[in-house]
Structures are given as C-alpha cells and as structure tokens.
C-alpha cells in the first residue's frame, strides 16, 4: 500500500493519499480566490471609468500635482496629531485604570468613589465625542481664562481624555472580571491584602488580557484626534481644508486619508495578531 | 488542648445547607483525611477553617483561641493555615519562584535577597530545584501542584488543608504528589485533607472522618473505620468507591 503511493507521486517527499488530496484542495481554492478578485478588481477599474463624472473626480481628488504640492506640509501638519495622541495617551491610560479601580472598591467608606466611577463611565461612553469636544472646548474657555490657560488645545485634549479613559476603564474592568476567582481564592489563602492580590494578581493578569482591547481604542484615538479640528488646532485634518480652500481641490484630504491609513492599517494588523495569539493561548 | 476545634459549624449558601453542624478536634501532628461523595461539604468545610467562607454558626478555634469571631482580621489567621486547592491556582504570570515568593514579601515583609536561599531550599527538598524559573504553563500538573504546596509551605503555616489535591492530576502524577504528603507527614505537619484517595488515607491518617450530607457521620482511625465500619452509609459509600 505505501509502495504503491510512494511510486504514483514519483520524487523526493513522497505525500500520502490524504495529502496529495489536500494539496489538490488548497490549490483549488487559491486558484478560485485569485480568479474572483481579479474579476472584481477589473470591473472597478475599467466600470468607475466610465461613469460620466469620473474626469471631474479624477481632477478634484486624485489630482498628482496637488497631490505633490501638499503632502509635505500635511506630513508636517500630522505631526500636531501625533504630539496630541502622545500627551493624551498615558494620561488616558492612568485615569482609566484609576476609574476602574475605583469601580470594583470594596470598602463602604469609599462607596462614593465607586458610584463616581459608574456616572463617570456612563456619562462619557454616552456621549458623542465630538460632543464633549465641543462642551468644553468652546464652554471652559468661555470662562475668561487668561492668555496660556484659553487654548483648545488644552481643553480639546481633556475632552478627549475624558472619552476615551471612559471607554479603556470599561475595558480594563472587563479584563478584571475575566480573572477566576480561584485567583483571588489564592491571594487570601496565602495572607495577602485585597490591595496586594489586586496589584500583583489579578491586575497583571486583566491588563494583559485586554491589552488587544485597548491598542483598538488608542488606534481608534489617533483617529478621533482629527475632531479636534473643530475647535481650532491646526492639525492634519484642517490643515488639508486650508489646502483644499487655497487650491480648490480635494486631494490634500486623499493624503490626509494615505498618512492616516499607513499608521492605522499596520497598527490594527498589529492588534489583531495580538488577539489571535490570546484566543489560541486560552484555547 | 487540641491544635484546631470545631464546634458546631454550620455554613449556608443560599439554601443550601453545606455544613449542618460539624464538631471535629485535630490534634499537633495529626493527619486528619475527610472522606465523603462529592458535595457532602469537604471542601467548604477546608474553606471555612482557612476563612475563606465565613461560617454561619458555631466557632473555630486556633490554639484555644476562636478564629471565627466576626469583625476579626483574617489576614493574619490565614497567613497561619496554608491551603493547596485541587485546581493548583498557580499565577500564571510569575515563575513558580515568584509564586512562591509573593506571600512571604508582602505578609511577613521579607526581602527578595533574605528569601532566595529558603525558597531554593524548598524547592531542592521537593525535588523541583531545576523548575525554579519556569512558568506554571512549562510545568505538568504533578509539578504545578507541588509548587503550589510549596508556596503554601513558604508562609511556615501551622496548619495545611489540602482540598482533594490530586483528583485534577492524571494517573500517573498523582504519585509524586502523594509523596510530598508523606514527606510532610514524617515532618509531623499537621493537615487536614480532603481526599478521594482511600488507600492514601488508610495508609497515613491518624484519623478518617466520612462526611455525609454536611454532617460527620463516623469518625475513628483508618484501621476501624474502613475495616469496621458502623453506619450503613459509611458501609455503602466505601463499597462503592473500595
């Protein structure tokens, strides 16, 4: 019988039946999906084309030249976005994992906090953020504060801050509940406090469960940094208006789009392996 | 003056009566084995000894002293009476050194540096020296379960309960795990296990309680008790699992 195989598929790494029978499969099934996008990739290539206001399409937003023109200075102008996301960040990071915490308190004396903590997220993940953006962005201003303390920047950074430390501590507090409460069994058994086990048991444990679940709201982040834009910054996004009023072109907002999906796209790959890797470790 | 006494405990959860009333005395140096089907309260009897469940009446008494009294801090007690579950619950995200360290850092305050030379020679006498630095996840569940005791044994605990600490380990490991309880047996530690290893109990306890329905229903020595037993759910419960 394996003679018999060994001899029908000839040379060196001789496939059993089961296996020449599988490859034959994948071979199919590459050629089908190679087939069918081709097809498709085609009939948007040579069918958008046609349509009657494809020209002016073409010369609005994918014009070369104004491409060329402006994507220097919307690199530049991308850097502000940058220079927001990383000020805000770890400041998302510690006030959410404050509020988290403050959520899953025990002791009736600090009950205040907990009920701060349930308001706090409900409120925040409530609301749109362009909304919050716009509360405080034009309302604490409002306030006549003086010359360095009036500027969006600082006040569209706290209302994002606000948000998204909303959204990672209902994550974060997720990520505590998926810990067994053998673990915490453990922790006492051996003496430790409730402080202790939460510090060095169960909230390693939870932020490394979630940490996929939080990269997507950080990418999600860099995004939502472009609404700041409506409060005054001068970031990528507005700069690409500047751009478009100027030139009378739509393009600068394709190269917006280009810069921001060259960071996204490879951080939310990024984020998806990391959760596939956690699911086959639980598995 | 008995090392451990309970008088009366009763536990409760919800409905459900665990514990109706358990009166037992376990004595310095004792290996006391609780035997009984699943759900006659083993467990939550270990669990109520270590606190972790709070009893609803009657006390536990440590050296003469009640140790059930509400409003009193556990943490203290339990760092006292160690306890080794049969699921291992071993931190994943630390070496079993690590494991074995965290307690008596945080508890009893002990340098990382003060507990190295201990904790190595723990590891050495339960033959584990070169699983030191290995994750729980590198380690089979025979070796999982006996760093688990030994990060039990870190605490110098008065007392181990051991919750049926080799029914999650295949065949073959429970071996190994059986000869640490010798090894702390011939020690004179005292411990309390609640087991389903009938010639284990037989072959060491001092004492051999059959728990039914949350109440021990015969106590005595393994000789008598699995030789002679008096009650007629004793006499079934051991033909069935003999």
């Known amino acids: 019988m394996t003679d018999q ?3 029908q598929s000839g040379s060196a790494p001789a496939l059993t039946r089961r296996q020449a029978y599988e490859q034959r499969l994948r071979r199919r099934s590459i050629t089908i999906a190679a087939g069918s996008t081709l097809a498709v990739v085609l009939a948007v290539v040579l069918l958008v084309p046609l349509s009657r206001g494809w020209d002016a399409v073409k010369r609005s937003f994918f014009n070369g030249e104004v491409f060329a023109k402006t994507f220097p200075g919307l690199l530049d102008a991308f850097l502000m976005n940058v220079a927001i996301f990383l000020w805000c960040a770890p400041i998302i990071a510690v006030l959410g994992l404050l509020i988290a915490l403050f959520r899953d308190v025990r002791s009736p004396a600090l009950y205040p906090l907990r009920l701060f903590g349930a308001i706090y997220t409900d409120v925040f993940r409530g609301l749109p953020v362009i909304l919050v953006i716009y509360l405080i962005g034009f309302g604490v201003p409002g306030l006549g504060l003086p010359r360095p303390w009036n500027s969006p920047y600082i006040w569209g950074s706290l209302a994002l801050i606000l948000v998204y430390a909303a959204y990672v501590a209902e994550v974060i507090r997720s990520g505590i509940d998926s810990i067994h409460h053998s673990q915490r069994a453990a922790a006492a058994s051996l003496g430790l406090s409730d402080g202790d086990t939460m510090r060095y048991v169960v909230l390693p444990q939870a932020i490394r469960n ?12 860099q995004k939502d940094v472009a609404l700041l834009s409506f409060i005054g910054p001068v970031e990528v996004f507005r700069q690409a208006g500047v751009y478009k009023s100027l030139l009378a072109n739509f393009t ?6 280009v810069i921001f999906l060259a960071l996204t796209i490879p951080a939310t790959r990024y984020a998806d392996y990391l959760m596939h890797k956690q699911r086959r470790r639980q598995s | 003056m008995a090392k451990l006494d309970l008088k009366g405990v009763t536990k409760s959860f919800g409905d ?8 037992l005395s376990v004595d310095e140096g004792e290996m006391v084995c609780l035997i009984g089907a699943s759900g006659s309260g083993k467990s939550t009897l270990l669990r109520c000894i270590n606190l972790l469940e709070p009893i609803d009446d009657g006390c536990i008494l440590l050296d003469g002293v009640d140790i059930s009294e509400p409003g009193l801090d556990p943490q203290p007690i339990r760092a006292r009476i160690g306890i080794v579950f049969q699921s291992f619950n071993l931190f994943p995200h630390m070496t079993a ?3 074995v360290m965290l307690a008596p850092r945080r508890v009893l305050g002990k340098s990382r540096d003060a507990l190295e030379g201990p904790v190595k020679t723990l590891f ?4 584990l020296g070169q699983r030191m630095h290995h994750y729980p996840d590198q380690l089979s569940g025979g070796q999982q379960q006996r760093v688990a005791i030994i990060r039990a044994l870190a605490m110098a605990p008065e007392i181990m309960l051991f919750d049926e600490i080799t029914s999650a380990l295949d065949p073959e490991l429970v071996g190994e ?3 640490v309880l010798r090894q702390l047996r011939s020690e004179g530690m005292t411990m309390i296990l609640a087991t389903h290893e009938m010639a284990f109990a037989r072959e060491l306890a001092d004492k051999v309680c059959f728990l039914d329905a949350g109440r021990i229903l015969e106590e005595g020595p ?3 008790l699995f030789a002679d037993p008096k009650e007629p759910r004793t006499r079934a419960f051991l033909k069935r699992v003999l």
Do not use: H, K, Q, W
């Open chain 2, 97 to 99: 050194a690590e494991n």
């Open chain 2, 124 to 127: 050495e006498r339960f033959d």
């Open chain 2, 222 to 224: 393994p000789d008598t």
């Open chain 1, 5 to 7: 195989t060994r001899s």
């Open chain 1, 210 to 221: 979630v940490a996929p679940a939080n990269m997507n709201l950080f990418i999600a982040l």
């Open chain 2, 16 to 23: 459900n009566m665990v514990c109706r009333g358990i009166d």
């Open chain 2, 177 to 179: 795990v059986l000869d």
């Open chain 1, 252 to 257: 600068p907002y394709v190269g917006a789009a």
